[in-house]
């Protein structure tokens, strides 16, 4: 497949930790953008985590400022989003994108998405 393959959301308590894997065998995801998306029922996607090309730059926002890491292993062709303290307000499914682009605002290639569930 083309599109990158998100795989690791589950349910999990709050206060819990999830890692979610992003991979794809069909293009080298050194040499891509990386973004981390999130969509909850009725509400619009937003953007937790991205990376630029180069590794030289990530940015979060506010909402999951220093509780989700973004990262990559090259060996592995596979970027990672390392999700602690989890809250309810984090439940969503999770999408993975990759672009071509040093710091793209657009992202060419889309996971299907993974479920993240944050209950007691």
């Known amino acids: 497949q083309v599109q990158p393959v998100e795989s690791g959301g589950g349910l999990v308590q709050p206060g819990g930790s999830l890692r979610l894997s992003c991979a794809t065998s069909r293009f080298n995801l050194e040499n891509y953008a990386i973004g981390w998306f999130r969509q909850a029922p009725r509400e619009r996607r937003e953007g937790v985590a991205c990376?630029?090309?180069?590794?030289?730059?990530?940015y979060y926002p506010d909402s999951v400022k220093e509780r989700f890491t973004i990262s990559r292993d090259n060996a592995k062709n596979t970027a990672y989003l390392q999700m602690n303290s989890l809250k309810p307000d984090d439940t969503a499914v999770y999408y993975c994108a990759a672009d071509p682009s040093w710091q793209p605002t657009n992202y060419d290639y889309w996971g299907q998405g993974t479920q993240v569930t944050v209950s007691p």
């Open positions: 990376i630029d090309k180069f590794n030289k730059a990530t």
